[in-house]
Antibody, heavy 119, light 107 residues
Framework: QVQLVESGGVVVQPGRSLRLSCAAS????????THWVRQAPGKGLEWVAG????????HYADSVKGRFTISRDNSKNTLYLQMNSLTAEDSAVYFC????????????WGQGTLVTVSS | EIVMTQSPATLSVSPGERVTLSCRAS??????LAWYQQKPGQAPRLLIY???TRATGIPDRFSGSRSGTEFTLTISSLQSEDFALYFC?????????FGGGTKVEMK
């Protein structure tokens, strides 16, 4: 069965950097686009970034553009999110999600990893 | 950016009732609209994509429809396990955007 397991969430100080990982299994990872979606405590869902199956296309929310970088290693079936210049507004649970294609709906989600930005 | 507006924010209903949730797009998203269900402490689950196609394993009491830029998720007879948060999402344009959500709670 499809599994997505996020890791890397911690408490980090404002201005610092953090890299999240998402290990995928149970499907042909190199064939699908994948995304990061975040959810601040008690709030709604915010799409953060998406990357095509081959890594050649990336898109970002305006709120993270220039600070976050999405990447993937298809040899390791792993998705990444490099987050720089973190602020308190970046505090959230970060979910990775498998897309049905790339610019499509998300048919499988991980359980999320919590990032807290606080001094 | 396309703004997705969901209404109402909260819906208080009883099991067995028919439930209608609305989602309006600020501009055309064509048929590229999905609905997700999220329960406390869990990841979202895909219910519907392409306006009205049920995802794998989703019971047929869930249905979706469209009128222009207005989208509707209908639960024909609410079951106890359907009390949750529901989000719509457009994937027609970058950035992809979600609605603010509708909480379906017990009356």
């Amino acid at each position: 069965q499809v599994q997505l397991v996020e890791s890397g969430g911690v408490v980090v100080q404002p201005g610092r950097s953090l890299r999240l990982s998402c290990a995928a299994s149970g499907f042909t990872f190199p064939s699908y686009g994948t995304h990061w979606v975040r959810q601040a405590p008690g709030k709604g869902l915010e799409w953060v970034a998406g990357i095509s199956y081959d890594g050649n296309n990336q898109h970002y929310a305006d709120s993270v553009k220039g600070r976050f970088t999405i990447s993937r290693d298809n040899s390791k079936n792993t998705l990444y999110l490099q987050m720089n210049s973190l602020t308190a507004e970046d505090s959230a649970v970060y979910f990775c999600a498998k897309a049905r294609g790339f610019q499509t709906s998300f048919d499988h989600w991980g359980q999320g990893t919590l990032v807290t930005v606080s001094s | 950016e396309i703004v997705m507006t969901q209404s109402p924010a909260t819906l208080s209903v009883s099991p067995g009732e028919r439930v209608t949730l609305s989602c309006r797009a600020s501009q055309s998203v064509s048929g590229n609209l999905a609905w997700y269900q999220q329960k406390p402490g869990q990841a979202p689950r895909l219910l519907i994509y392409l306006v009205s196609t049920r995802a794998t394993g989703i019971p047929d009491r869930f249905s979706g429809s469209r009128s222009g830029t207005e989208f509707t998720l209908t639960i024909s007879s609410l079951q106890s396990e359907d009390f949750a948060l529901y989000f719509c999402q457009q994937y027609n344009n970058w950035p992809l955007t979600f609605g603010g959500g509708t909480k379906v709670e017990m009356k």
